[in-house]
């Protein structure tokens, strides 16, 4: 089964404009924790945003924010007033369990793309 | 204080050749990754390890693919006897050790990547 299921492999979006990118997940572990990797056309991944299990509020990064629905096992990345540069492939991410050092589980990814 | 550096950042190699990745954590960094990264696809995790000692090595293929991480210098993902198959975007991360009182956090650090390209 999947671990990360994210449904949108691509979207449009009008520049300035929010986007939300839909991420699910599937554990049984009551302990884990929750990323967004931002990777450019570059290629190179970049953190965007963290969401621990036991965390009580929504994590925000800027205009990044990870809407966390526990009992729906949601997290989607909603990213506000987007701009240009907003325009790459979006990973949701996964680590199980207490272990800090445990691997992180990647979905496959939506591709996004800001229209001027 | 320098990211985590990865080399060479293309990689071409014929098939049966050998490829060496290498992979400099940040510094103080004793925690290292390694994921793969096909066309199209998200990032699969092959293996991690600390100084001398490979953790969880539970992504990775059983044969050809092997990797070390010593005492002193990069950590190395060697795979022998290339095959097409083996393209891919191969990444490096690293992460700091556990401090006492430290809040819990795995956050990841990756390099740019190796792409290897078999032809």
């Known amino acids: 089964a999947q671990k990360i299921t994210q449904t949108q492999p691509g979207m449009f979006v009008q520049e300035k404009e929010a986007v939300t990118l839909d991420c699910t997940y599937d554990?049984?572990?009551?302990?884990?924790?929750l990323f967004w990797y931002k990777q450019p056309s570059s290629g190179e991944m970049i953190f965007l945003i963290y969401?621990?299990?036991?965390?009580?509020q929504n994590a925000t990064e800027g205009r990044y924010s990870l809407n966390f629905q526990k009992a729906r096992k949601s997290a989607n990345l909603v990213i506000s007033a987007s701009q240009l540069g907003d325009s790459a492939m979006y990973f949701c991410?996964?680590?199980?369990?207490?272990?800090?050092?445990?691997?992180?589980?990647f979905g496959k990814g939506t591709r996004l793309h800001i229209l001027p | 204080n320098a990211g985590v550096m990865q080399n060479p950042r293309h990689l071409v190699r014929r098939r049966g050749q050998e490829a060496r990745l290498r992979c400099s954590p940040m510094?103080?960094?004793?925690?290292v990754y390694w994921y793969r990264q096909l066309p199209e696809e998200g990032l699969k995790f092959m293996v991690y390890?600390?100084?001398?000692?490979?953790?969880?090595e539970s992504g990775m293929p059983k044969e050809r693919f092997s990797a070390e991480f010593p005492k002193e210098g990069p950590s190395i993902l060697r795979i022998q006897q290339v095959v097409r198959g083996d393209s891919a975007a191969y990444f490096c991360?690293?992460?700091?050790?556990?401090?006492?009182?430290?809040?819990?956090?795995?956050?990841?650090?990756f390099g740019p990547g190796t792409r290897l390209t078999v032809l």
């Open positions: 390890l600390q100084k001398e000692n490979i953790i969880d």
């Open positions: 554990t049984s572990d009551p302990s884990y924790g």
């Open positions: 991360a690293s992460s700091p050790p556990e401090l006492a009182g430290q809040q819990y956090y795995n956050e990841q650090f």
């Open positions: 510094k103080g960094h004793s925690h």
């Open positions: 991410a996964m680590r199980e369990g207490r272990v800090r050092d445990d691997k992180i589980i």
């Open positions: 969401q621990g299990s036991y965390d009580q």
